[in-house]
């Protein structure tokens, strides 16, 4: 069983996907999220992405998109659709390889947590390739957790900011994969869901924006302004 750390697929509610609008419950950062998506979008990207996945049986899918994209969201649900097609799929994101922060703070980097500069890159690609254990972040701890996952999948799907960032040393990792998937969005939408997740998370609204445009903000625009073309293009 994975850590209660790491994110949990259900199975979807019992509606056809191809001709009603789908409804899958998942645990997503440790929270419950009933994740919808319209009749069209289910059939017209996700479904054709999932089909790809089971009929070319990639060993590596990079999933890139700007923060407050639904990347760990979406992952989620490719892998629940996966494994109902009978495949070994396998769904994790790299906010596991975050540095720690004890590690931010000596190099003075907290304030701009999430920033590339402030991910384990080395790290990052060595699992790409080495494929055992898998770091996890607490969104409880707003740390990387002591627990780990091991990589069973046939196919491993990697989610996260910047696996597509057209920029050294990231440009590197795009190689690796077999499939590449990179899921846009449009920035004033990302801006609500990022404050809106924030205060979620404990702050004022106030402060919440602060950290948007102190942090998010920079991370959004070198997402989307900067990343390498992929395979796949999705807009949800």
């Known amino acids: 069983m994975a850590p209660a ?14 001709v009603s609008d789908f409804t899958i419950n998942l645990t997503v950062n440790g ?4 994740a ?31 923060p407050g994209s639904g990347k760990s969201t979406l992952s989620l649900v490719i892998e629940a659709l996966a494994q109902q097609a009978g495949y070994r799929l396998q769904a994790l994101g790299m906010d596991g390889f975050h540095h720690t922060n004890a590690w931010l703070v000596d190099h003075h980097l907290s304030q701009v947590k999430g920033a590339p500069e402030t991910f384990d890159f080395d790290a990052l690609a060595a699992a790409l390739v080495t494929r055992d254990q898998w770091p996890v972040y607490s969104r409880q701890l707003h740390d990387v957790s002591p627990r780990t996952i091991p990589v069973t999948g046939d ?34 939408l990302l ?8 205060m979620a998370g404990g702050l004022s609204r106030e402060e919440a924006q602060r950290f948007y445009e102190r942090s998010d903000a920079r991370n959004v625009d070198l997402v989307l302004d900067c990343h390498l073309p992929a395979d796949v293009t999705l807009h949800l």
């Open 5 to 18: 750390d790491s994110p949990q697929p259900a199975r979807p509610a019992a509606t056809h996907p191809a």
């Open 31 to 34: 929270l419950p999220v009933a």
């Open 36 to 66: 919808h998506f319209p009749a069209e979008i289910l059939t017209c990207s996700i479904l054709p992405l999932v089909q790809k996945i089971v009929a070319t049986q990639p060993k590596l899918v990079l999933l890139a998109g700007p």
């Open 155 to 188: 196919t491993l799907l990697v989610e996260g900011n910047y696996l597509l960032y057209d920029a050294h040393p990231w440009n590197t990792l795009a190689p690796l994969a077999d499939l590449t998937v990179f899921l846009d969005a449009e920035k004033p």
């Open 191 to 198: 801006r609500r869901r990022l404050i809106q997740r924030k």
